[in-house]
């Protein structure tokens, strides 16, 4: 079992950047693919991005390619979603997750561990 804690939201203007972070509990950080997503007020929530159990392969929404890079730290047990040229649309609670299966998964039904997020608010 892994507890996921999130931080770095805030508010940041259009077109700015966030770095968010994802600590996890345990040893087994290593055994869990990593995924961050979304969810805007009123809407379902929505995949953001992905890294594999060492970090080799990584898997982006096409809403956010491009503009946002997920890493990870084994050995930190952290893992990062650094958000670059922000839009209004971004605003939403970012939820970090964790995944026993060792493929890059998109549907948040594959991920057993979730944190309680943090919000981010991008301003026009």
């Known amino acids: 079992q892994v507890q996921l804690v999130e931080s770095g939201g805030g508010l940041v203007q259009a077109g700015g950047s966030l770095r968010l972070s994802c600590a996890a509990s345990?040893?087994?950080?290593?055994?869990?693919?990593m995924g961050w997503f979304r969810q805007a007020p009123g809407k379902e929530r929505e995949f953001v991005a992905a890294?594999?159990?060492?970090?080799?392969?990584?898997y982006y929404g096409d809403s956010v390619k491009g503009r946002f890079t997920i890493s990870r730290d084994n050995y930190k047990n952290t893992v990062t979603l650094q958000m670059n040229s922000l839009k209004p649309e971004d605003t939403a609670v970012y939820y970090c997750?964790?995944?026993?299966?060792?493929?890059?998964?998109?549907?948040?039904?594959?991920?057993?561990?979730w944190g309680q997020g943090t919000q981010v608010t991008v301003s026009s």
């Open positions: 345990g040893r087994t950080f290593s055994r869990y693919v």
């Open positions: 890294i594999s159990r060492i970090g080799g392969d990584t």
């Open positions: 997750a964790a995944d026993t299966d060792d493929r890059l998964g998109t549907s948040e039904s594959r991920y057993d561990y």
